[in-house]
């Protein structure tokens, strides 16, 4: 069973960037959909961003942070990064990475089995 494990996260100017990462453990990314999800306070969890298992992986972004937001996996170090860029303050929550052993991926949360703990972003205006 992959175990997950979300850092990278802070305190940051609106405008500027973090990089999240997403590593696993126990096992591989191999084969896993991965998609991050945020959750602000008072709001539900909603999915964000999330990228297919293999070589030419599909990925999909939530209207909010396209253009803003890259995924990109190396499963050579096993790890997904998140990439944010132009943060703003409605960009702050704790951000989650969660996986599931299927080639596509999905933005909605009962897609995936197992989810990291996650990581806070903070974003002052």
């Known amino acids: 069973e992959v175990q997950l494990q979300a850092y990278g996260g802070g305190l940051v100017q609106a405008g500027g960037s973090l990089r999240l990462s997403c590593a696993a453990s126990?096992?591989?990314?191999?084969?896993?959909?991965i998609g991050w999800f945020r959750e602000a306070p008072g709001k539900t969890r909603e999915g964000i961003s999330c990228?297919?298992?293999?070589?030419?992986?599909?990925?999909y972004y939530a209207e909010s942070v396209k253009g803003r937001f890259t995924i990109s996996s190396d499963y050579a170090k096993n790890t997904v990064y998140l990439q944010m860029n132009s943060l703003k303050p409605e960009d702050t929550a704790d951000y989650y990475c969660?996986?599931?052993?299927?080639?596509?991926?999905?933005?909605?949360?009962?897609?995936?089995?197992?989810w990291g703990q996650g990581t806070q972003v903070t974003v002052s205006s």
């Open positions: 969660a996986a599931v052993l299927l080639p596509r991926c999905h933005l909605g949360r009962s897609w995936y089995d197992y």
């Open positions: 990228i297919g298992s293999g070589g030419d992986a599909t990925t």
């Open positions: 126990g096992g591989t990314f191999d084969g896993y959909a």
